[in-house]
DNA sequence: ATTTAGCACTCAAGTAAATCGAGTGCTAAC
DNA sequence: GTTAGCACTCGATTTACTTGAGTGCTAAAT
């Protein structure tokens, strides 16, 4: 187990490579106030702590960088809760005062403020769809050939899609559909509409002239649409500011990685609540090895649940970003529960 | 004037160099098939080229690359019209079989095939809105305390909102006062939305009891919002495959340009139909020295035009992008025309 | 038994000089 | 007018040298 000392010593060097991206040495270690003795000492100290594997030398004659075990450690154990500033919390507040009645412009938003206080990159899954049901069903004609459908569903989503209608269909011919529609769709979850859609058209078939068929097909193909969980980034081009990528490549196959939304979604979905940080090697892709993940959920409703995510160099601010994200997703969750 | 030899010699050095980005050698000159004399003569004539501003050197004994002078003429007198590769061809195509209906759905693919295609950074500004036309309002209620106003115009574009419902306000209320201003406003320029409303509201109030009031507030906060030109912008990171901008500052001062959107939207914004290439210092932007922008125009319906625009170093392909830019424009116009 | 001062050693980073080579301009011959 | 030839230029690359922050180890001090 590890001393106080060496405690506080891991401590002084982390935090130090945390501002400055610098190797931390001995002697700038020991002229720390908190640290009472010799550099020597700190040497000594610092032998043990490499040897345990929480620091590491990046040459042989260097000063220390954490080591992901040490930055494991630190975030496990070391963490001290950090006060947002006043001017931070000012963001966030008068960010969420604004009177925000849609989900997407709360998540842009949100993601928005995260990446520019942090000067990471943002990311934010949104919730899954599951539990969403078909609110109404609405068709707008735009003039002979063409409307719109409109699906609102009850968490106040709305989807939209012009489609064809063909001639021989009469927009009074489309409005009984619609009404049958959606007396018999709604509160369905949309993720059954598509078969609800095929159960339904069979009696309405039966009922009705051929025209529904033609119809009936142009609006199935503009309301059942794969419809992907959305994410949303924000700051990406902060990862240049980012002393750890200077080097074009590796920003590269990271901007590859990002942008490969199924698995990033994958990545970001997850069961339980709270923070989780990925360091370093934890992350499952080549391009994140020398990237931190932290993740932190938010609520929409009871059982839809989101995450909001910030991806930076493991040399992150962890404390500074854990009140963030907290402060962050409880505002989120609260802005959510005062809709539904 | 310039001789035909000087042109062909121009020729050579503008199309190696768009290929390379390296100083173009008086040798590797000469040893081009369609080049039948000398280095020396073709140094010769490099001279008189570079007196005549079209050509310079990097330093006093580099081979030369184009002036911005250079690149005008060739973009005005030499370029040679390039047949797009099948591939390209077929991926334009493909993307345009595709049964679109929605503007944004047109621009936002659009803007991709345009950055994939090229590595450059496609911007694409979204038709002025002044013709468009109120076509329907509808609000769909969740629940209790809050509903959604959607907002379709005749040129099948969709707003949506959310909005608290003040409970004094029923349901009932919200749809009568709904229909009459659908009965008045539909065919209103949105433009004028903001005043027509005011001028319905005084009548609307003496027919009506108090409520409206209280929820017509709510509405008209919900519905009249700015409602800015959107700025589409596709390949953003493309710019870091340049070679001309290794330097992660001129990286950022570019990108901190790009996302003035008023301003680039200012730019894009063009009377006239046609492409137009902006090269370097024709740029008004500091940061677009070293860049040239393409733009090109797009009709939605008869006179609302967008613009879609290339944003790449001076060294682009022009040939390319001015057949690309052409065949996508002609695509996105016909698309939209097929629906107005 | 710790702690610390002292010292030899290491190695990245910075600097200066040396070399290389692609390219030029000019002159003189073709 | 064209071209071969040659001296010259200058960025880029290589090599050698210096610097300095930092280490590990030893021996003395506490």
Known sequence: MLTERQLLILQVIIDDFITTAQ????????????????????????????EMGFIEKTHSS?????????????????????????????????????????FE???????????????????????????????QLQIVPLNDQSAIAILVTNTGHVEHRAFNVPVEVSTSDLEKMVNILNARLRGVPLIQLHEK??????????????????????????????????????????????????????????YATIEKESEMADLLRSDDEGIRVRIGQENPFDAMQNCSLITASYRLGNDQI???????????????????????????TSTFRGWY
């Open 23 to 50: 190797p931390v040495g001995s002697r700038s270690i020991s002229k720390k106030d908190a640290v009472t003795f010799s550099s020597a000492t700190v040497r000594n100290e610092m032998a043990d702590l490499e």
């Open 62 to 102: 260097s000063g220390r960088i954490p080591s992901e075990k040490g930055y494991r450690f630190y975030v496990d154990h070391l963490l001290s809760p950090l006060r947002l500033s006043d001017s931070e919390v000012t963001i966030i507040r008068d960010a969420f005062t604004d009177k925000m009645m849609e």
């Open 105 to 135: 412009q709360v998540v842009q938003k949100s993601a928005g403020i995260l990446s520019d206080l942090t000067n990471y990159t943002s990311i934010i899954l949104g919730p899954e769809v599951f539990e969403t049901k078909l609110k």
């Open 197 to 254: 859609l095929y159960e339904e058209i069979g009696g309405l078939l039966k009922a009705h002239t051929d025209q529904y068929e033609k119809a009936f097909a142009y609006l199935r193909a503009a309301l059942v649409e794969e419809q992907p969980t959305k994410l949303y980034i924000g700051g990406k081009t902060n990862i240049l500011m980012q002393p750890e990528f200077r080097d074009l490549d590796k920003v590269r196959s990271l």
């Open 306 to 332: 989101g995450t909001i995510a910030l991806l930076g160099p493991t040399r992150m601010e962890y404390n500074r970003m854990f009140s963030l994200m907290n402060v962050l997703s409880k505002h989120m």
